[in-house]
């Protein structure tokens, strides 16, 4: 199996634009994560989906973040306006179980995104 | 506010020493306790999880969960310059909370 698979690897953009940052899933896992990484809060949950149905959103900063998963082998999280503070490493992860369970979270590679 | 905390150290060892990297969590209602490890400019990358209390072992790691004292640790025995990482906390209350991670490293 690839992994987790998430595309672009890098973004640079300037603020005000829209930004897509996409992933690919391990095919049979049915739980799909979005996380932020930056030095100043860490690790963030932002969003997760249960067989391509989002069940808790509560960690999305802003109604400029959106997330959608039309399918099981593909999920986008949006950003529109994007904004300097947004700058940060997006990680994607997917298990077979949700956060109730103790399966494994594999993690994509990550997207880094600068906002100029 | 559920907080997880962590020492961000850095944590130096020798080489073939037991590191000790410890974490605190705030919600009692904590059910499943994480430890990943992330190599700069990787993703994070699970190592144990543990949901009872006392110790839990994989090779040369012990995971160690303290429930009344909110206390959870991860010891490296016989530690390699390849354990040099970043390792963080994650605590699973119904969601998944992640600590800022303790920096190690082992020097040869």
């Known amino acids: 199996d690839a992994g987790v698979i998430q595309s672009p690897r890098h973004e640079v953009t300037e603020m005000g634009q829209e930004v897509t940052l996409r992933c690919k899933p391990i095919?049979?896992?049915?739980?799909l994560f979005w996380y932020r990484q930056t030095m100043m809060r860490g690790l963030e949950l932002l969003i997760y989906?249960?067989?391509?149905?989002?069940?808790?959103d509560s960690g999305m900063p802003e109604d400029r973040f959106s997330a959608k998963m039309p399918n099981a082998s593909f999920s986008t999280l949006k950003i529109q306006p994007s904004e300097p503070r947004d700058s940060a490493v997006y990680f994607c992860?997917?298990?077979?179980?949700?956060?109730?369970?103790?399966?494994?979270?594999?993690f994509g590679p990550g997207t880094r995104l600068t906002v100029l | 506010q559920k907080e997880v905390e962590q020492n961000s150290g850095p944590l130096s060892v020798p080489e073939g020493a037991i590191a000790s990297l410890n974490c605190t969590y705030s919600d009692r209602g904590s059910q499943s306790f994480f430890w990943y490890r992330q190599y700069s400019g990787k993703s994070p990358e699970l190592i144990m999880f543990?949901?009872?209390?006392g110790d839990k072992e994989d090779g040369r790691f012990t995971a160690q969960l303290n429930k009344a004292s909110q206390y959870v640790s991860l010891l490296i025995r016989d530690s390699q310059p390849s354990d040099s990482a970043t390792y963080l906390c994650a605590v699973n209350s119904n969601d998944m909370r992640f600590g800022a991670g303790t920096r190690l490293t082992v020097k040869p």
């Open positions: 095919s049979g896992h049915d739980y």
């Open positions: 543990i949901y009872s209390n």
């Open positions: 989906f249960n067989n391509n149905v989002p069940i808790d």
């Open positions: 992860a997917s298990s077979y179980g949700g956060l109730a369970s103790t399966d494994t979270q594999y």
